[in-house]
Protein backbone atom coordinates (compact mmCIF):
# COMPACT_ATOMS: atom_id res chain seq x y z
CA UNK A 1 0.00 0.00 0.00
CA UNK A 2 1.48 3.39 -0.97
CA UNK A 3 2.52 5.05 2.01
CA UNK A 4 2.12 8.96 0.82
CA UNK A 5 5.52 10.02 2.39
CA UNK A 6 6.26 12.13 -0.61
CA UNK A 7 2.56 14.57 -0.61
CA UNK A 8 3.30 14.22 3.60
CA UNK A 9 6.98 16.00 3.01
CA UNK A 10 5.52 18.57 1.37
CA UNK A 11 3.04 19.31 3.43
CA UNK A 12 6.17 20.73 5.86
CA UNK A 13 7.43 22.76 2.90
CA UNK A 14 4.35 24.81 2.07
CA UNK A 15 4.66 28.69 3.77
CA UNK A 16 1.70 28.03 5.72
CA UNK A 17 2.07 25.33 8.88
CA UNK A 18 0.81 22.07 8.54
CA UNK A 19 -1.98 21.46 11.05
CA UNK A 20 -2.45 17.87 12.15
CA UNK A 21 -5.52 16.16 13.20
CA UNK A 22 -5.08 14.01 15.67
CA UNK A 23 -7.33 11.11 16.29
CA UNK A 24 -7.60 8.49 18.18
CA UNK A 25 -9.95 5.74 16.32
CA UNK A 26 -11.59 5.78 12.48
CA UNK A 27 -14.53 7.90 13.54
CA UNK A 28 -12.52 10.79 14.73
CA UNK A 29 -10.04 10.24 11.55
CA UNK A 30 -12.86 10.49 9.20
CA UNK A 31 -14.21 13.89 10.53
CA UNK A 32 -10.65 15.51 9.93
CA UNK A 33 -11.10 14.14 6.47
CA UNK A 34 -14.63 15.76 6.11
CA UNK A 35 -13.60 18.69 7.22
CA UNK A 36 -10.31 18.91 4.72
CA UNK A 37 -7.33 18.42 7.11
CA UNK A 38 -4.44 17.35 4.72
CA UNK A 39 -3.22 15.10 7.00
CA UNK A 40 -3.56 13.30 10.43
CA UNK A 41 -1.85 11.51 12.81
CA UNK A 42 -2.69 9.52 15.70
CA UNK A 43 -2.32 10.93 19.40
CA UNK A 44 -0.95 7.59 21.13
CA UNK A 45 -2.03 9.13 24.91
CA UNK A 46 -5.41 9.35 23.61
CA UNK A 47 -5.96 5.61 21.68
CA UNK A 48 -4.20 4.46 24.95
CA UNK A 49 -7.32 5.96 26.72
CA UNK A 50 -9.72 4.70 24.58
CA UNK A 51 -8.36 1.07 24.80
CA UNK A 52 -7.95 1.42 29.08
CA UNK A 53 -4.59 2.40 28.98
CA UNK A 54 -2.52 4.76 30.47
CA UNK A 55 0.12 7.20 28.36
CA UNK A 56 4.16 5.97 28.18
CA UNK A 57 3.71 2.63 26.44
CA UNK A 58 1.46 1.19 28.56
CA UNK A 59 -0.59 -0.20 25.92
CA UNK A 60 0.06 -2.91 23.88
CA UNK A 61 1.78 -2.40 20.34
CA UNK A 62 -0.86 -5.39 18.61
CA UNK A 63 -3.80 -3.70 20.41
CA UNK A 64 -2.00 -0.15 18.80
CA UNK A 65 -1.80 -1.56 15.48
CA UNK A 66 -4.79 -2.94 15.41
CA UNK A 67 -6.37 0.56 15.60
CA UNK A 68 -3.75 1.90 13.32
CA UNK A 69 -4.56 -0.59 10.39
CA UNK A 70 -8.55 0.39 10.88
CA UNK A 71 -7.62 4.34 10.14
CA UNK A 72 -5.43 3.62 7.30
CA UNK A 73 -7.85 1.34 5.77
CA UNK A 74 -10.48 3.81 6.66
CA UNK A 75 -9.55 7.19 5.03
CA UNK A 76 -6.90 8.64 2.24
CA UNK A 77 -4.99 11.53 4.06
CA UNK A 78 -1.41 10.94 4.64
CA UNK A 79 -1.01 9.52 8.22
CA UNK A 80 1.48 9.63 10.61
CA UNK A 81 1.51 7.50 13.68
CA UNK A 82 2.89 8.41 17.55
CA UNK A 83 4.97 5.39 17.75
CA UNK A 84 6.42 7.23 20.94
CA UNK A 85 9.34 5.33 22.23
CA UNK A 86 9.45 2.75 19.54
CA UNK A 87 7.45 0.46 21.20
CA UNK A 88 10.77 -2.11 21.49
CA UNK A 89 13.88 -2.52 23.29
CA UNK A 90 16.29 -2.85 20.53
CA UNK A 91 16.84 -0.36 17.79
CA UNK A 92 16.24 -3.65 15.44
CA UNK A 93 12.57 -4.27 17.43
CA UNK A 94 11.61 -0.55 16.66
CA UNK A 95 12.31 -0.40 13.10
CA UNK A 96 10.40 -3.54 12.32
CA UNK A 97 8.16 -1.56 14.20
CA UNK A 98 8.32 1.16 11.90
CA UNK A 99 8.04 -1.46 9.33
CA UNK A 100 5.21 -2.74 9.51
CA UNK A 101 3.39 0.37 9.88
CA UNK A 102 4.79 1.04 6.33
CA UNK A 103 3.18 -1.69 5.10
CA UNK A 104 -0.26 -0.35 6.45
CA UNK A 105 0.17 3.13 4.33
CA UNK A 106 1.79 4.63 7.19
CA UNK A 107 3.49 8.12 6.00
CA UNK A 108 5.35 8.89 8.92
CA UNK A 109 6.19 8.44 12.50
CA UNK A 110 6.90 10.45 16.07
CA UNK A 111 9.43 8.44 18.28
CA UNK A 112 10.35 11.02 21.30
CA UNK A 113 13.56 11.46 23.50
CA UNK A 114 11.99 10.90 26.73
CA UNK A 115 11.05 7.29 28.54
CA UNK A 116 8.65 6.83 31.52
CA UNK A 117 9.58 4.49 33.94
CA UNK A 118 7.46 3.57 36.95
CA UNK A 119 5.35 6.42 36.13
CA UNK A 120 7.86 9.22 35.76
CA UNK A 121 8.93 10.46 32.57
CA UNK A 122 12.96 11.77 31.96
CA UNK A 123 15.09 12.30 29.06
CA UNK A 124 17.37 10.69 27.64
CA UNK A 125 21.03 11.38 27.18
CA UNK A 126 21.52 13.70 23.60
CA UNK A 127 23.78 11.88 22.10
CA UNK A 128 23.23 8.00 23.01
CA UNK A 129 19.53 8.85 21.34
CA UNK A 130 21.20 10.85 18.16
CA UNK A 131 23.32 7.41 17.68
CA UNK A 132 20.01 5.69 17.70
CA UNK A 133 17.95 8.16 15.36
CA UNK A 134 20.96 7.44 13.04
CA UNK A 135 20.86 3.65 13.70
CA UNK A 136 17.04 3.47 12.88
CA UNK A 137 17.25 5.62 9.22
CA UNK A 138 20.22 2.93 8.65
CA UNK A 139 18.19 0.12 8.63
CA UNK A 140 15.22 1.94 6.93
CA UNK A 141 17.25 3.12 4.11
CA UNK A 142 18.90 -0.73 3.96
CA UNK A 143 15.48 -2.02 3.20
CA UNK A 144 14.32 0.97 0.88
CA UNK A 145 11.48 2.33 3.35
CA UNK A 146 10.71 5.66 3.29
CA UNK A 147 8.58 7.27 6.19
CA UNK A 148 8.77 10.90 7.33
CA UNK A 149 10.25 10.35 10.89
CA UNK A 150 9.75 13.48 13.29
CA UNK A 151 11.59 13.51 16.66
CA UNK A 152 10.03 14.35 19.55
CA UNK A 153 11.90 16.11 21.74
CA UNK A 154 10.81 17.24 25.47
CA UNK A 155 13.22 19.62 26.52
CA UNK A 156 10.32 21.70 27.05
CA UNK A 157 7.06 18.83 28.52
CA UNK A 158 9.85 18.25 31.03
CA UNK A 159 10.10 22.25 31.89
CA UNK A 160 14.20 21.80 31.95
CA UNK A 161 15.49 24.61 33.90
CA UNK A 162 17.75 25.36 30.71
CA UNK A 163 14.83 24.03 28.27
CA UNK A 164 15.83 26.47 25.02
CA UNK A 165 19.51 25.67 25.57
CA UNK A 166 18.98 22.14 25.58
CA UNK A 167 16.81 22.02 22.45
CA UNK A 168 19.03 23.85 20.78
CA UNK A 169 21.96 21.34 21.76
CA UNK A 170 19.49 18.41 20.57
CA UNK A 171 18.37 20.11 17.02
CA UNK A 172 22.40 20.16 16.33
CA UNK A 173 22.57 16.25 17.26
CA UNK A 174 19.20 15.31 15.55
CA UNK A 175 19.05 17.10 12.47
CA UNK A 176 22.51 15.40 11.06
CA UNK A 177 20.96 12.01 11.60
CA UNK A 178 18.79 11.26 8.24
CA UNK A 179 15.18 12.38 10.12
CA UNK A 180 12.50 15.13 8.25
CA UNK A 181 11.41 17.31 11.06
CA UNK A 182 11.74 17.92 14.53
CA UNK A 183 8.99 18.10 17.53
CA UNK A 184 9.23 20.77 20.37
CA UNK A 185 5.39 20.08 23.00
CA UNK A 186 5.18 22.58 25.28
CA UNK A 187 7.35 25.45 23.51
CA UNK A 188 5.30 28.64 23.84
CA UNK A 189 7.28 31.82 23.49
CA UNK A 190 7.71 32.90 20.42
CA UNK A 191 11.50 34.05 20.91
CA UNK A 192 12.13 30.04 21.61
CA UNK A 193 10.55 29.28 18.68
CA UNK A 194 11.96 31.47 16.73
CA UNK A 195 15.30 30.69 18.06
CA UNK A 196 14.87 26.68 17.55
CA UNK A 197 13.25 27.70 13.91
CA UNK A 198 16.61 29.43 12.88
CA UNK A 199 18.97 26.66 14.16
CA UNK A 200 17.14 23.95 13.00
CA UNK A 201 17.34 22.81 8.89
CA UNK A 202 14.28 20.55 9.55
CA UNK A 203 11.07 21.98 9.48
CA UNK A 204 9.34 22.16 13.67
CA UNK A 205 6.66 20.74 15.08
CA UNK A 206 4.10 22.18 18.60
CA UNK A 207 1.64 21.47 19.86
CA UNK A 208 -1.72 22.99 21.41
CA UNK A 209 -1.19 23.64 24.58
CA UNK A 210 -2.50 26.85 26.89
CA UNK A 211 -0.89 29.54 25.98
CA UNK A 212 -0.06 28.93 22.68
CA UNK A 213 0.37 31.86 20.08
CA UNK A 214 -2.33 31.66 17.01
CA UNK A 215 -1.43 29.90 13.93
CA UNK A 216 -0.43 33.33 12.01
CA UNK A 217 1.98 33.91 14.88
CA UNK A 218 3.78 30.49 14.68
CA UNK A 219 3.35 30.85 10.70
CA UNK A 220 5.81 34.14 11.38
CA UNK A 221 7.97 32.33 14.00
CA UNK A 222 8.93 29.91 11.07
CA UNK A 223 6.76 26.65 12.81
CA UNK A 224 5.83 24.32 9.83
CA UNK A 225 3.36 21.64 11.79
CA UNK A 226 1.07 22.05 14.39
CA UNK A 227 -0.66 19.48 16.22
CA UNK A 228 -3.80 19.13 18.23
CA UNK A 229 -2.00 16.55 20.58
CA UNK A 230 -4.66 15.07 23.18
CA UNK A 231 -6.78 18.09 23.30
CA UNK A 232 -9.38 17.62 21.49
CA UNK A 233 -10.17 14.41 22.61
CA UNK A 234 -10.13 15.79 26.26
CA UNK A 235 -12.52 18.01 25.02
CA UNK A 236 -14.98 16.03 23.39
CA UNK A 237 -15.62 13.11 26.45
CA UNK A 238 -16.06 16.94 28.43
CA UNK A 239 -18.55 17.67 26.55
CA UNK A 240 -19.86 14.52 26.27
CA UNK A 241 -20.02 14.31 30.60
CA UNK A 242 -21.92 17.91 30.79
CA UNK A 243 -24.16 16.52 28.04
CA UNK A 244 -24.96 13.59 30.09
CA UNK A 245 -25.36 16.05 33.48
CA UNK A 246 -27.77 17.83 31.61
CA UNK A 247 -30.14 14.76 30.29
CA UNK A 248 -30.34 13.62 33.69
CA UNK A 249 -31.56 17.37 35.16
CA UNK A 250 -33.92 17.96 32.75
CA UNK A 251 -34.88 14.08 32.29
CA UNK A 252 -35.60 13.98 29.34
CA UNK A 253 -33.16 13.35 25.74
CA UNK A 254 -33.95 16.70 24.67
CA UNK A 255 -30.60 18.41 24.20
CA UNK A 256 -29.20 15.12 22.05
CA UNK A 257 -31.07 16.40 19.12
Not at 46 to 64: C, I, K, P, R, W
Not at 102 to 107: K, N, R, T
Not at 188 to 194: A, E, F, N, S
Not at 239 to 250: L, N, R, S
Amino acid sequence: MKNKFEAFLSLHQQAEPLIIGNAWNVQSAKVFEQKNFKAIATSSLSVAETLGYEDGQDMNFEDYLFVVKRIAASVSLPFSVDLEGGYGDTTEQIVGNIIQLYHLGVSGINIEDSVVVNGQRSIENAEIFAEKLRRICALLNAENIKIFINVRSDSFLLGLPNALEDALSRINLYQNTGVHGLFFPCITQIPDMQQVTQSSKLPINVMCVPGLPNFEQLQQAGIKRISIGPFLNKSVYQKMGATIDQMVEEGSFDNLF
